[in-house]
């Protein structure tokens, strides 16, 4: 059973756009947490937020930004898609700092 | 920089034989924790370490944390199809930051 989801699963979009990754849990949790990753790589931690008007980047340099103004809701955006920007995002939350990560199906980005 | 190491990064065994993948970091970790993504899936959880020394045992999997707790490993006992995925280990270096993860080691299982 899925408890974070993510939207779009899949999205191809021409450069220049810009764009938002949805991202939403139902767990009340307060981490949140993006990573991007190419197919069968690492993760890069992206973004994360500690709660509600929190964010701070991660350890991979991101042209995005990511707002928590609710809870359950942690979306990530993109002002200018690029090729450059083609993978897969995966949104994840946990209950405490050292607790278990909760992923999503992740969206898998293509900019052309 | 990457502060936690993982390896191998590909794995090919046999189906029957063993698998182990080992995660090293060059400073403590508060706990670690094991992940497996299934090909085009998404990491799932599968355990977490805290204590110095402290073995888990899940079936066929077994899972160590170093005495110094700076390294771990993960061992899979007579490997099935459905263990092929990409296995990461995740630190945490300091308490109240975010984790770290491994690069993954890759299984393959061939019949």
């Known amino acids: 059973e899925a408890d974070i989801y993510q939207t779009p699963r899949y999205l191809v979009i021409g450069t220049g756009k810009k764009i938002t990754l949805e991202c939403s849990q139902t767990?009340?949790?307060?981490?949140m947490y993006w990573y991007q990753q190419d197919p069968g790589m690492e993760l890069h931690l992206i973004h994360y937020?500690?709660?509600?008007?929190?964010?701070e980047k991660g350890d991979l340099s991101s042209e995005s930004t990511v707002s928590r103004i609710r809870t359950e809701h942690f979306p990530l955006t993109l002002e200018s898609a690029r090729p450059s920007h083609t993978s897969q995002y995966l949104c994840?939350?946990?209950?405490?700092?050292?607790?278990?990560?909760?992923f999503g199906n992740g969206t898998r980005l293509t900019v052309t | 920089g990457q502060q936690v190491m993982q390896i191998p990064q590909y794995q090919h065994v046999q189906e029957g034989e063993d698998f182990t993948t080992y995660c090293n970091s060059s400073?403590?970790?508060?706990?670690i924790q094991w992940y497996k993504q299934r090909p085009g899936g998404h990491p799932v959880f599968l355990i977490q370490?805290?204590?110095?020394?402290e073995v888990k045992k899940q079936k066929r999997l077994t899972f160590q944390f170093g005495e110094a707790k700076k390294n771990s490993s993960l061992h899979i006992t007579a490997t099935q199809t459905t263990d092929v995925g990409t296995y990461f280990c995740?630190?945490?270096?300091?308490?109240?930051?975010?984790?770290?993860f491994g690069k993954g080691t890759t299984l393959s299982v061939s019949s």
């Open positions: 400073t403590t970790l508060s706990n």
């Open positions: 767990m009340g949790h307060d981490k």
């Open positions: 937020s500690y709660g509600v008007n929190s964010t």
């Open positions: 994840a939350s946990s209950e405490r700092y050292n607790s278990p990560l909760h």
């Open positions: 370490l805290v204590k110095s020394g």
């Open positions: 995740a630190g945490t270096i300091q308490a109240g930051t975010a984790l770290i």
